[in-house]
Structure formats: structure tokens, C-alpha cells
Nanobody, 119 residues
Framework: QVQLVESGGGLVQAGGSLRLSCAPS????????MGWFRQAPGKERELVAV????????YYTDSVKGRFTISRDIAKNTVTLQMNSLKPEDTAVYYC????????????WGQGTQVTVSA
């Protein structure tokens, strides 16, 4: 029912910035929350940030607090992850995800976009 398309990944030097965007589309869907996950080689997929649609609440994993900001474009129903002060350990494939139910489980996923931060 829902497709998610990520954009904005790329290669940057440590200390640089990138902005990721996620655009959901579908014939009919509701959004409980949207978020960003990342997966580095040999690592488990990690929750990075979440935006709660109802109350505009946000969540960040400790390692990105103060550096990353998740936000919503109401008109477009998109989410953006602004990533500043990037570190090599931020290198991963970043995935957009959408939760359509009140339980908060992410049940729709994007294809992923590569973020590479060089030392």
C-alpha cells in the first residue's frame, strides 16, 4: 500500500553534513510515525530517529543526539534527516521506515541510501 523513496545520500568528509529525505506514496495510508534506521557492514540494523505524527514527538539514539535532526514537511508528508558533524562511524545504509498502526511497529521500508563519511 505504501512506497518509500529515500534521497540525499552520498560521500562526505568527517565534519560535513548531509540531508536525507523520505517521500511516502500510496493510494491510501495513515502514518503513526516515520523514522530512519541505518545498517553498517557486519552490524545489526539500528534505529536512528523517529518522528511521531500525532504530537510531533521525536526520538534519537544517543550516538546522534545533538548532531541529527528529524523533521516533517506537512504539505508533502515527507520526513527529513539533517545530519551534521558527521563521523566515520555514521557510515551505513540509511533506511526510511513508516509505521501505520498505533502500536508503533514499522511495517513499510524504503530501499535504502548509502551514506559514507571519510576520515
Amino acid at each position: 500500500q505504501v512506497q518509500l523513496v529515500e534521497s540525499g545520500g552520498g560521500l562526505v568528509q568527517a565534519g560535513g553534513s548531509l540531508r536525507l529525505s523520505c517521500a511516502p506514496s500510496g493510494r491510501s495510508f495513515t502514518i503513526f510515525s516515520m523514522g530512519w534506521f541505518r545498517q553498517a557492514p557486519g552490524k545489526e540494523r539500528e534505529l536512528v530517529a523517529v518522528f511521531g505524527w500525532r504530537d510531533s514527538s521525536t526520538y534519537y539514539t544517543d550516538s546522534v543526539k545533538g548532531r541529527f535532526t528529524i523533521s516533517r514537511d506537512i504539505a508533502k508528508n515527507t520526513v527529513t534527516l539533517q545530519m551534521n558533524s558527521l563521523k566515520p562511524e555514521d557510515t551505513a545504509v540509511y533506511y526510511c521506515a513508516l509505521a501505520s498502526g498505533s502500536g508503533g511497529a514499522f511495517n513499510y521500508w524504503g530501499q535504502g541510501t548509502q551514506v559514507t563519511v571519510s576520515a
